[in-house]
């Protein structure tokens, strides 16, 4: 009865290719979000979704895209790997207003070699 | 520009003593100062929160100090133990209408000394 569930957990591929990953919400929120945290341990948005609809995409490389098929799922899509984008990602999720009580997934930690 | 500077980078308490956690922002369209606690492995966990309208806001073990006119938080942690060993974010939420995202500190890295 997770929360808010990412798969997969760990994800390790070479430089050039296409990975996804899912993210899955039981808590009934209406928003939705990626967080990139980098080895400094830093925190930042990537997008966040509403009911669907792209709210923010804070100047996000548009190899990355989202997609939100409906409002418990948004999953992430990268293509062409480069090695910058190793990192851990978070899927988030709140009620439309309160992104300040964000519940955030485990993570996947995406090492590009 | 919105920005959170969070200080220290990492500290080091005795347990039973008090651990500190100091930010600052930049921008005044906030409208709610999280805390987030984060364990190794796992993803960061709402510790806390607080509007600028209250100076202060505690919660068990945890207080949050708001200084409005200084744009300054801090976290406190009293009779810390080593299970509050994790890495600690403060974080802004702007008013409603910009999508809900978190900006973030850098981060503490807390270790409870038993």
């Known amino acids: 009865d997770t929360a808010v569930s990412q798969t997969p957990k760990y994800l390790v591929t070479q430089m050039g290719n296409d990975k996804s990953i899912k993210c899955e919400q039981n808590?009934?929120?209406?928003?939705m979000y990626w967080y990139k945290q980098d080895s400094k341990k830093f925190l930042k948005i990537m997008f966040s979704?509403?009911?669907?609809?792209?709210?923010i995409n804070e100047t996000v490389p548009n190899r990355f895209s989202p997609k939100s098929p409906d409002k418990a799922h948004l999953n992430l899509h990268i293509n062409s790997l480069e090695l910058g984008d190793s990192a851990v990602y978070f899927c988030?999720?709140?009620?439309?207003?309160?992104?300040?009580?964000?519940?955030f997934g485990q993570g996947t930690r995406l090492t590009v070699v | 520009q919105q920005q959170v500077k969070q200080s220290p980078q990492s500290l080091i308490v005795q347990k039973g003593g008090i651990s500190i956690i100091n930010c600052a922002y930049e921008?005044?369209?906030?409208?709610?100062f999280p805390w987030y606690q984060q364990f190794p492995g796992k993803g960061p966990a709402l510790l806390i929160a607080?509007?600028?309208?209250?100076s202060e806001k505690k919660e068990g073990r945890f207080t949050i100090s708001f200084n409005k006119s200084a744009k300054q938080f801090s976290l406190h942690i009293m009779d810390s133990q080593p299970g509050d060993s994790a890495t600690y974010f403060c974080?802004?939420?702007?008013?409603?209408?910009?999508?809900?995202?978190?900006?973030f500190g850098q981060g503490t890295e807390l270790s409870v000394k038993p």
């Open positions: 974080a802004a939420s702007p008013y409603y209408n910009q999508g809900g995202k978190l900006i």
């Open positions: 979704y509403n009911n669907k609809e792209l709210i």
């Open positions: 808590l009934g929120h209406d928003t």
């Open positions: 988030a999720s709140s009620h439309r207003g309160q992104g300040f009580e964000a519940f």
């Open positions: 607080i509007r600028p309208d209250v």
């Open positions: 921008n005044t369209a906030f409208d709610y």
